[in-house]
């Protein structure tokens, strides 16, 4: 770990978009900051703060030095660590986070335990690893209530809490806002686009709801608010001036716009005057691919595309920067004991993560990671992996071992290598990863929970006659993700044709897809969409047929439901919609496609009940449909003599 304003012989070197960024001083940064600072930056440069200590971190960083603060994290969604300035990209216009990197403590190298959204998150808020917290995808799975979250142990400790989050996969019902006394999560979905498609909320409206929080709120306590910011996640389109910007780099615009809400929201503490009584800490869940090892976007592989993110902690009433943790690697799940730490908080319960304060004490440290995606989703194997600072090992058919000192992009796997040190460094690595997966649950484990992992979701996939719920296949669990990759490119190609009118061309895609996997639930949910959309009802219900003989899924019991339901077989639809109740009672589909059946019969009056129980128990997702269905409804019970 160095303070930047420390000397040393040896040059930093940096890697521009695309590898993982190694930086040994902050030499450079200092001069990126001194420029903004030239520039009109408005913050003050203090060389005072620049005092060595044991820890190479600022002295006055120690337990219980910011008690009492207020705390504002920042959750940056998709978001590289090697688009920002701050960590050497030279085409970011990222003023406001580099900003606060100078006046405080970037960690070079953090990561991420997995490449989504939820089970990051939840890594945060837990300081758990995900097999430890239980939350594995976006889809299915939900915190359960018996783990204790930050906001839970600082709203005991007499703090306002608040969340302000900008996509729907963090919506309450995944269970992260627990301790959270107002949980913003307005997120709208696309008129008339069905359940399973929805818009994210701007950085603009989640700023601003957060700032009318912090205007409104009372000062007699001190907060602990959480923003979101979803931007950067596919599909980019920035607004503008940034669209115009950022022409041929989209993502980096969506970046440079979120930046600028941050800026917004920094802007609005400070006019609060509790700028020098707030901790901040800003980190990504995860970063985005882009194509680099063939991945489009994120959740498939482990490589530093995807799990290097920015960590920036700044508390300028403690401490002053620039100040660089380079030579340790950190995690996402370090948040929660750090925040406590700071506060002087004793701690609670288990915890993966350690306190950014002793980081230097755990030099030695190898960060698990995993991607469940693969195997939950599309039936191939899953993806585990163990990162130290200067190595990675990633556990696959195929296994794969780098060295990220000398090969950052991840393009030479050396585990093949017959080198005494590299055979020493995997064997180290791939037993202490084998023997933290012998203490988890197994993949099939893992699939045959889902949501539930609490027991009354698992009495109910019992039910259903489901005891393990992954995929059945012979093959399922051994097909490498490398190999594969192609044929979700397939897919998404598949997608985009629908989505403009073109199925013929995307079903030809989609059972090109089937072909080369055929147990893969992705495909086969969406080749039972083509044929919906083609009105090729028979064949759409075998594929979803298909699907839910793998996993069940409430959401594709309501869309088979609805299949049958347009071959007229009413009371067959009626028992498959009461598969979907049994596994998600609260999906906004369920009363839709009861309301359609109730509907069919010509019960009117309940149809329009079961419409508005939609509303009730999901708005987000049933809002559009359940309205219009209701005005339908209402229309034709005024038109009947």
Known sequence: MTNSSEKTSSQPTHHSAGGHTRSRNGSRFVLICLAIVAAGGAYLWYPSAFESSPSNLPSSLRTGSAAGFNVLMVTLDTTRADRLGCYGY?????????????????????????????????????????????????????????????????????????AFVSAFVLDARVGLDQGFDHYDDAVDPVAGSGFGRYVQRTGDEVTSSAIDWLNARSSDKPFFAWVHYFDPHEAYAPPE?????????????????????????????????????????VVADHGESLDEHGEPTHSFFLYESTQHVPMILSCPGVFRGPYVVDDVVVAVSDVFPTVIDLLGINPRGPCDGISLLSAYNHRDRAVYM?????????GWSPLYALRRHDDKFILAPKPEYYDLTIDPHETNNLHARSAREVRLAVSELEAALQDKLT????????????????????????ALGYVAGGATADDAGTLDPKDMID?????????????????????????????????????????????????????????????????PSAHVYIMLSQMIMAQGRLDEAWGVVEKAA?????????????????????????????????????????QAMAEARIRRAESRMTSQP
């Open 582 to 622: 049994q596994l998600e009672p609260k999906h906004g589909g369920v009363h839709i496609v009861r309301g359609d059946l109730l509907a069919m019969q010509g019960r009117l009056s309940q149809a329009i009940d079961s419409y508005r129980e939609a509303l009730r128990v999901d708005p987000h997702r049933a």
């Open 439 to 462: 203490r988890w649950p197994s993949a099939v484990e893992v699939a045959s929970a889902g949501m539930a992992a609490d027991p009354e979701t698992i009495r109910r996939l019992r």
């Open 90 to 162: 030279e085409s970011a216009k990222t003023p406001t986070l580099d900003r606060l990197a100078m006046l405080g403590i970037r960690f070079a190298d953090a990561v991420s335990h997995a490449p989504l959204t939820l089970p990051s998150h939840a890594s945060m808020f837990t300081g758990l690893v995900p097999p430890n917290h239980g939350v594995r995808d976006n889809e299915h799975y939900r915190l359960s209530d018996a783990q204790v979250t930050l906001a839970e142990v600082l709203r005991d400790e007499g703090y306002q809490t608040a």
């Open 241 to 281: 001036p940034f669209a115009t910007q950022f022409l041929d780099q989209p993502y980096d615009g969506e970046i440079a716009y979120m930046d600028k809400q941050v800026g917004r929201l920094i802007d609005a503490v400070k006019t609060q005057g509790l700028w020098d009584r707030t901790v901040i800490l």
């Open 370 to 378: 995993e991607a469940m995606v693969p195997y939950l989703m599309h």
């Open 487 to 551: 044929n979700w490119r397939l897919l998404r190609r598949a997608q985009y044709l629908t989505e403009t009118g073109k199925l013929e061309e995307a079903l030809a895609l989609t059972l090109e897809a089937k072909e080369a996997s055929p147990h893969d639930r992705g495909v086969l949910q969406w080749l039972g969409e083509v044929y919906a959309l083609m009105g090729r009802y028979a064949e759409a219900e075998a594929s979803f047929r298909s699907f839910t003989n793998i996993k």
